[in-house]
């Protein structure tokens, strides 16, 4: 190993060994780390969150795609503009603060903090996700009692993972004569709010698991509802019980949801919503003991978190939006209640003006800015609008522009694999024309925007199939009905 | 994706067992701590989604992985050309060989990470990286030249 390698390895191991590996908060400590169903969404939500992610990514080349299906190849021109329509859009116009505000699901807030000093630092909206990721397959009960203080009960079944050993999951407990495991907690171990909080499983006998979660109902009267619990149809059925409501998670029709960042000196915040009821309301609060506090008459589940100091965290949901606020820097309880009564839902043009700085996309910007990301670059054949979809969330146009191009991008070297199998010289150069006229386009073969069609190009270049294959990773889609394929 | 349902001890050991080399694979690769600590979070939440129906998570944790450290370096790469400076930023101290590390291409600065931090060798780089094993070596050596370059 030379001067250069050694150094290398100590910078490394360093660097490394500086590394940030502490288990996240939101994860349950203890001899068995746990992380419940529920929970899995809070990871995503922290500060200086990666943008957008590969789920992203696809979403987006999912909509390219989508629109490239409705599209007839024959009608498009290398360079040519869209002959898109807009439809109707679904933004509100009426302003007022977010927390006594309701929206339709298909209508997504845009949201300034309206006092003075506060700027907007990140804006991202996602649209048309797959719902399937949020299974409606779950029976869910809330106690009677002050909203976020009373019990919460949630029952669905699993099939496990391959080599799956329930035995190594808590304690075991009877419930009749059914032999299940158990996980209790009596307390919350960050906010130190009292539960106890509460997992339970079991084997079904049919490959599945039962899975139960549950905060603020005791062990033995848990005990007894899951006795009563009926396994036998998708969603688990249960006799009414008495104290509790049954919570309706009908699906939205389209799932929407955003990110706002938003800056003052030290303080951040961070507001998050999703229109799957309450569905996103539980995905955010997970197993977390939260108490009730109150914002212009409106009840928002509280999570005090006394080890993190000037770090608030609370969750509410109107209608069928369920919203989640991260922040940190406040000097009170108070003065975190009093920022969240200032969220103020604004219109497009004052958004736009409020986010000037990272040139947002409100719904409506969406196709103009197609039409000017398409003029003098070639497309796939099967590429074109024949209608754009029209966001309903915000975003902001670097982050669009990006991934239109990488989007277009992926399509043409799909279309170059396709040439490449069906060795035509012709298509395969006609690919490289595709993607270096993006680049022409760009101007600066070295931006960010131009990173996939750089590479790509030098890969189609080289003739390497496999170096080919690797651009755009996992990124790009795989569908067989998508571009150039 | 049937659905995100799991059972939680055995992500909880994943978990347990993959998180700190994850996070300081992706520190390496990244350059920025917190960066790192979210994005691996970030890709365990993908796994969890998909806990029921992938066989081997352990693969398919280094891919999500590496998948969202190219993502976060193509996104500062476009917030540096456009003036972004993020909220937080890890980069407060400053050496020169880090920083040339940190100017590197992707699939350089991770070659070079698998490499002189993990000791990995040619075939299991091109594994975790998911690339042909004639790739690795040229990466290595471009990346080494280039750090050379630049601390000349």
Redesign the interface.
């Known amino acids: 190993m030379n001067d ?2 050694s ?3 100590a ?3 360093r ?10 908060s939101r ?1 349950r400590t203890g001899d ?6 529920q929970d ?2 809070t ?2 939500h ?10 992203a ?1 696809v979403v987006l080349v999912v909509a390219l795609v989508a629109v490239s299906t409705r599209h007839d190849p024959g009608t498009q021109t290398p360079g040519g503009g869209s002959t898109s329509t807009v439809p109707q859009l679904n933004v509100t116009t009426n302003p007022g603060p977010l927390m006594t505000t309701s929206f339709t699901p298909d209508q997504a807030p845009l949201v300034l903090i309206d006092q003075p000093g506060w700027a907007i ?1 990140y804006v991202h909206g996602t649209d048309d996700l797959p719902l ?4 409606t ?1 779950r029976l869910i009960l809330v106690g009677d009692g002050p909203r976020y203080d009373a019990p919460s009960f949630q029952a ?7 080599g ?3 035995t ?3 304690q075991p407990v009877s419930i009749g004569s059914i032999s299940a495991r158990i ?1 209790e907690r009596a307390t919350d171990p960050d906010t130190g709010l009292s539960g106890p909080v509460i ?1 339970l ?1 079991w084997e079904l006998g049919n490959g599945r ?1 039962a ?1 139960i979660s549950a905060v603020r109902i005791p062990r033995e009267s848990l005990l007894g509802i899951a006795a009563a619990l009926d396994f036998s149809s998708t969603t688990p059925t249960l006799p009414p019980t008495p104290g509790f409501t049954k919570v309706d998670i009908t699906a939205p029709p389209t799932w929407l949801t955003f990110e706002y ?1 938003y ?1 003052q000196g030290k303080q ?1 915040v961070q507001l998050d919503g999703a229109n799957f009821g309450v569905l996103s309301l539980l995905s955010n609060m997970g197993g977390e003991v939260r108490t009730t506090r109150t914002v212009d008459g409106t009840a928002i589940a509280f999570r005090p978190l006394p080890n993190e100091p000037g770090r608030y965290r609370a969750d509410w949901q109107l209608g069928r939006w369920a919203y989640y606020v991260d922040a940190q820097g406040f000097s009170s309880e108070d003065e975190f209640l009093a920022m969240l009564g200032k969220l103020k839902v604004t219109t497009p043009e004052e958004f736009t003006s409020f986010a000037a700085a990272l040139n947002p996309l409100v719904p409506g910007d969406r196709l103009p800015l197609v039409q000017e990301l398409e003029q003098g670059i070639q497309l796939p054949s099967n590429t074109p609008t024949a209608e754009w979809p029209v966001s309903a969330v915000a975003s902001t146009r ?1 982050e669009f522009e ?1 991934r239109f191009y990488f989007g277009i991008g992926c399509g043409w070297k799909n279309a170059w694999l396709a040439a490449d199998t069906a060795n035509d010289p012709n298509a395969k150069a006609a690919a490289l024309a595709g993607v270096q006229s993006i680049l022409t386009k760009l101007g600066d073969p070295q ?3 131009a ?1 996939l069609p750089s590479e790509l190009s030098t890969a189609m270049q080289s003739g390497n199939r ?2 080919v294959s ?1 651009q755009g ?3 790009c889609p795989t569908w067989s009905d998508g571009l150039g394929t | 994706v049937s659905s995100r349902d799991t059972a939680a001890p055995d992500f909880g050991k994943f978990y347990e067992f993959e998180l700190a080399g994850q996070i300081r694979r992706a520190t390496l690769i990244v350059g920025d701590r917190q960066a790192a600590r979210d994005l691996v979070h970030d890709s365990f939440a993908d796994v969890f989604q998909r806990w029921t129906d992938v066989r081997e998570p352990g693969p398919y944790l280094n891919t999500v992985v590496l998948n969202r450290c190219r993502d976060q370096l193509r996104r500062d790469k476009r917030r540096s050309r456009g003036g972004y400076q993020p909220v937080l930023n890890d980069h407060a101290e400053h050496e020169p060989l880090w920083d040339a590390l940190q100017a590197l291409p992707f699939n350089h600065r991770a070659a070079l990470a698998l490499r002189f931090h993990e000791q990995m060798t040619d075939r299991e780089i091109a594994e975790t990286l998911g690339c042909r094993i004639g790739s690795v070596g040229p990466w290595i050596q471009r990346g080494l030249t280039k750090l050379r370059m630049d601390l000349s």
């Open positions: 250069l390698e150094r290398l390895t910078v490394m191991q660097k490394a060994n500086e590394a940030d590996v502490s288990i996240d994860f068995v780390p746990t992380v419940p169903v899995v969404r990871f995503t922290r500060w200086v969150r990666p943008a957008l992610g590969l789920a990514v630092t399937g990721d949020l299974s397959d669905w079944s699993v099939t496990p993972p391959q799956y050993d329930l190594s999951y808590g996980d997992s499983a698991l899975n960042q800056a951040t670097s990006f931006s960010g925007v990173t496999d170096a690797q990773s996992n990124d």
